[in-house]
């Protein structure tokens, strides 16, 4: 993995800062794309550069603005003279009750999960095919079965996991395609936080009864991107046994 290139969505904070820092510390390139996080991206990409110079860079744009994502590629081809990774971990979530359903949300939450995914891979594709690249999906559990009140959400991660599939068979042999399903592992930054009781329920119907870390996800990457040469088209779930029984 020594001086590839990964363009990680959404890579300022949680999982995808620990992907960033995980697959540099292999001695990945990263460009780490943001919205809003700009203080978090630029942070993260400075301790980066101070581990390794020049290996390290930060990129904004408004996934919803689908015309933008070639730029987030082409900037990064820009710099570094290649692509050999691309991470589609940004996302939004939260509940819509069925009565409550807007199409803005179903803007939103499509446009981040499974748009945007499906645009930026294309905008990626001829770069990956000259590195024999990849392209890593940040899934969801909730894409496998869906989350009660979550109907949008859940339809937008099972539309990615199929996208996964969908591109792994368009885009071979040249370029694996693959997702991961994070189950328990950072409480999504809303009220669930401070759910005690519903935490400690989502945590009792995992098998291992206990939450993940941002680590194990920023592992199955790194593992479909450097030991995984012959998986494509799957969805690994990385959640404690939780799939087994939502």
């Not at 949680?14 to 203080?39: P, V």
């Not at 942070?43 to 101070?50: E, G, K, S």
């Not at 645009?119 to 989350?147: C, E, W």
């Not at 009792?204 to 009864?209: F, G, S």
Request: hydrophobic fraction near 40%.
């Amino acid at each position: 993995m020594q001086n590839k290139t990964a363009l990680i969505t959404g890579g300022a904070k949680r999982i995808g800062a620990e992907i960033a820092r995980m697959l540099h510390a292999e001695g990945m390139n990263i460009a780490i794309h943001y919205r809003g996080s700009r203080d978090e991206a630029q942070q993260l990409c400075d301790h980066l550069n101070r581990l390794r110079n020049n290996s390290a860079i930060i990129l904004q744009a408004d996934l919803l603005k689908i015309a933008n994502l070639p730029s987030l590629v082409d900037k990064t081809v820009k710099h570094w003279g290649k692509l050999d990774a691309l991470i589609n971990n940004a996302s939004s979530f939260y509940p819509t009750p069925i009565g409550q359903i807007t199409e803005a949300h179903w803007d939103d939450l499509i446009g981040s999960n499974l748009k945007a995914p499906l645009f930026l891979s294309q905008a990626a594709a001829p770069y990956l095919k000259q590195t024999r690249g990849n392209i890593i999906n940040i899934v969801d559990v909730h894409g496998i079965r869906p989350m009660k009140n979550h109907t949008v959400y859940s339809t937008a991660k099972a539309g990615l996991a199929m996208l996964t599939q969908s591109l792994a068979k368009e885009l071979g042999p040249e370029v694996r395609v693959n997702g991961v399903a994070p189950g328990a592992i950072v409480w999504p930054e809303n009220n669930l936080e401070q759910d005690t009781t519903l935490r400690e329920m989502i945590l009792d119907r995992t098998a291992l009864k206990r939450q993940g870390d941002p680590k194990d996800i920023a592992a199955a990457v790194r593992f479909l991107i450097r030991d995984a040469d012959y998986i494509t088209g799957q969805v690994i779930p990385v959640c404690g046994g939780r799939s087994i029984n939502i």
